[in-house]
């Protein structure tokens, strides 16, 4: 049996019924969070191993995640991985196929009603002499993603800041958002939602809020794709948990209990893992239309294992 068991029972029949109607609702402020929140501190791959098995059917002794299961995540940077590379960042190449890897490993463990999103921002690697190498991020998820089988679902682009505002700093000012299904399907995310032909009211471009921190997710982007999971599985009422093997302080953890969703994160720096067992999620009403969604640090919430 895998393991995405959040310590108790009780019903979750009516969690994930929100609609976009309530996520996109009337003037109102919101910590919703009737969603459960476990984080574990370990390496992502053992945290992904804990708790994926192998499947029952027999023509498929892929591990995988248990059903009702999506994860949504921020890899880490090419400068966060230095420590599990002796000391130094790996190359662009390298870090490349280390994105490859790890999109594969999660697209390829993904259930039949589960969909994997990925919020990456690319990076220019600069070298001693001044040059640098660009990292597409989206490239190199895609490619994962469909090494092991997995389509890609759509693909939505995330602002820093207003179009035509000139690029500063060394690294581009939009983030990608890509979900993709895994080898095993996820039909429900492929259907039109109303016959629109995209998911249901996420806006193309998304224009990001405040972070809790510098590598931080933005907390609207991850509300609407916390949302937009939500809305787009209710039809079969099926995804009840959000995964992240990444969840540094806890971003999209508060941002899945926000729309009733359980949540299980992971992050191998036990400081982060402290802050995501407290992240609360509030959404308000943007003027003008649209949402936000502010982050707040409460008191240690719910059953931390
Ligand atoms: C881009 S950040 C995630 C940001 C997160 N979504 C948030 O809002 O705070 C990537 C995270 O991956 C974590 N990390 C890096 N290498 C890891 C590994 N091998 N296993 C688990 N976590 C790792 C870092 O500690 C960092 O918090």
């Known amino acids: 049996m895998a393991r995405v068991s959040l310590g108790v029972t009780r019903s979750l029949g009516t969690r994930n019924r929100i609609s976009m109607a309530h996520a996109e609702g009337a003037p109102q402020n919101s910590t919703d969070s009737s969603g459960r929140r476990v984080v574990e501190t370990q390496d992502w791959l053992a945290f992904m191993n804990a708790h994926t098995s192998a499947p029952a059917s027999s023509e498929d002794d892929r591990p995988v995640l248990p059903a009702h299961t999506c994860v949504v995540t921020s890899a880490p940077d ?18 490349g196929e ?47 993603a469909r090494a092991a089988g997995g389509k890609v679902v759509w693909h939505r682009i995330a602002l820093k800041s207003a179009p035509g505002t000139p690029s500063t700093g060394m690294n581009p000012m939009y983030t990608h958002v890509v979900c993709c299904s895994g080898p095993r399907g996820a039909p429900s995310f492929h259907q039109r939602p109303n016959g629109l032909g995209g998911p249901a009211q996420m806006p ?27 809305a787009q599985a209710a039809p079969c009422a099926t995804t009840r948990t959000i995964v992240d093997p990444f969840c540094g302080t806890g971003c999209i953890l508060a941002c899945a209990n926000l729309v009733g ?28 239309g649209g949402v936000d969604v502010t982050l707040s640090r409460e008191e240690p919430r719910n059953l931390i294992v």
Not at 78 to 95: D, F, I, K, Q, T
Not at 207 to 228: H, L, S
């Open 98 to 144: 280390w994105l490859e890897s790890m999109a594969s490993t999660v697209v390829s463990r993904l259930p039949e009603d589960g969909v994997a999103v990925f919020y990456q921002t690319d990076v220019r690697v600069v070298y001693n002499d001044d040059s640098f190498s660009y990292v597409d991020k989206s490239y190199h998820v895609i490619a994962g």
């Open 261 to 288: 969703l359980d949540a299980l994160g992971n992050d191998y720096s036990p400081k982060r893992c402290k802050v995501a067992r407290t992240l609360v999620a509030t959404r308000t009403s943007r003027e003008g």
């Open 78 to 95: 090419v400068s966060e991985l230095s420590a599990s590379n002796g000391g130094r960042a790996p190359s662009p190449e390298a870090y």
């Open 204 to 230: 193309d471009v998304l224009t990001r809020g405040p972070c809790e921190w510098k590598r931080g997710t933005d907390p609207v982007v991850a509300y609407y794709i916390c949302a937009y999971i939500a």
